[in-house]
């Protein structure tokens, strides 16, 4: 398993954009496929983006798409999320995971989990 470090979370307006970063410790970083999930009060953690090893995959959920990247820097054992174009529905605590080897859209597949940052969109 890899340690997960979330950050970048915050408090931004409508239309606004924050990037979120997870740190990962070890030196196996490259071969965990990872993804970003968010949970919102009174709902199920749900599947946002997904990026492959080497990062030539990317995927995402239908209502980010066009607005949100997923990214990867290997020399840095870092993922990230950039977010534009924010809406209120995209409240929720968001969590980075890791998955050796391939990514899945569903959470109980991930070995090992961040702690979770808090972002919260305005109207």
């Known amino acids: 398993q890899v340690q997960l470090v979330e950050s970048g979370g915050g408090l931004v307006q409508a239309g606004g954009s924050l990037r979120l970063s997870c740190a990962a410790s070890?030196?196996?970083?490259?071969?965990?496929?990872m993804a970003w999930f968010r949970q919102a009060p009174g709902k199920e953690r749900e599947f946002v983006a997904a990026?492959?090893?080497?990062?030539?995959?990317?995927e995402y959920v239908d209502s980010v798409k066009g607005r949100f990247t997923i990214s990867r820097d290997n020399a840095k054992n870092t993922v990230y999320l950039q977010m534009n174009a924010l809406k209120p529905e995209d409240t929720a605590v968001y969590y980075c995971?890791?998955?050796?080897?391939?990514?899945?859209?569903?959470?109980?597949?991930?070995?090992?989990w961040g702690q979770g940052t808090q972002v919260t969109v305005s109207s």
């Open positions: 995971a890791a998955r050796r080897l391939s990514y899945n859209y569903s959470p109980a597949q991930y070995d090992s």
């Open positions: 070890g030196r196996t970083f490259s071969t965990y496929a």
């Open positions: 990026i492959s090893l080497s990062g030539s995959r990317r």
